[in-house]
């Protein structure tokens, strides 16, 4: 069964400063993908940025990039100039891609916190 | 604003009432899921729909009745639920035959059981 595992409950960044969340998984299987969501107090899961395996290259969407490092099965979050919308919980997922339904498995999360 | 919406974003509900939980999207998306979200802890799975048939049922104890009438719609019929069953309940949908597609999420009902 695959797993995902956040070892950071909680991590705190002053603002305009970067913080990185960590992302730990296992699986047998040679192609997946993974995302980060991040969830605010407003409860909707909000997808951030999400990597394919086969892919070496890190993905990036803005202030968001990952560290994605396939024979580690690591994937981490790096938001750089954090900003006080950034606040949530961040939650790491894998998701196996033999068809297009296959769920998200998610690990316990992060909550960040931005300080002014 | 998000493209799945759940109604209604709050519930308080009897032992002994029925109620029912709607999700809607209009993406085209073909495949819908269920998630069961508790305070500070992960979303987990409750089912999943693909092409309006039930899939995946993760064991989900029978007060729990989920339905697809059709591409659009899901919802989840609750009837005789216990005071531990109060959570966040999460929609979501995806597109069913591209693998790269993400879940999209509603904003959830929370769910209060007395």
């Known amino acids: 069964a695959q797993t995902v595992t956040q070892s950071q409950p909680e991590m705190s960044v002053q603002e305009a400063e970067t913080v990185t969340l960590s992302c730990t998984y296992d699986?047998?299987?040679?192609?997946?993908?993974l995302f980060w969501y991040k969830q605010p107090p407003s409860r909707q899961m909000i997808l951030v940025i999400r990597?394919?395996?086969?892919?070496?290259q890190n993905a990036t969407e803005n202030r968001f990039s990952v560290n994605f490092q396939k024979a580690a099965k690591s994937f981490s979050l790096k938001i750089s100039d954090s900003q006080l919308g950034d606040a949530a919980m961040y939650f790491c997922?894998?998701?196996?891609?033999?068809?297009?339904?296959?769920?998200?498995?998610f690990g316990k999360g992060t909550r960040l916190s931005v300080i002014a | 604003d998000t493209e799945v919406t759940q109604t209604p974003k709050h519930l308080v509900m009897g032992m002994t009432n029925k109620k029912s939980l709607k999700c809607e999207q209009h993406?085209?998306?073909?495949?819908m899921y269920w998630y069961k979200q508790k305070a500070k802890k992960p979303p987990e799975l409750m089912f999943v729909?693909?092409?309006?048939?039930?899939?995946i049922n993760e064991s989900v104890p029978s007060r729990f009745s989920p339905e697809c009438p059709n591409s659009s719609l899901l919802n989840l019929h609750l009837h005789a639920l216990q005071p531990e069953d109060s959570a966040l309940y999460l929609c979501?949908?995806?597109?069913?035959?591209?693998?790269?597609?993400?879940?999209?999420f509603g904003n959830g009902t929370r769910l209060t059981v007395t």
């Open positions: 729909y693909s092409y309006e048939k039930l899939s």
């Open positions: 699986t047998s299987e040679s192609d997946y993908y």
């Open positions: 993406m085209g998306h073909r495949a």
């Open positions: 990597q394919e395996a086969y892919k070496q």
């Open positions: 979501a949908s995806s597109h069913q035959t591209d693998r790269s597609s993400p879940l999209h």
């Open positions: 997922a894998y998701r196996y891609t033999n068809s297009g339904n296959t769920p998200l498995v």
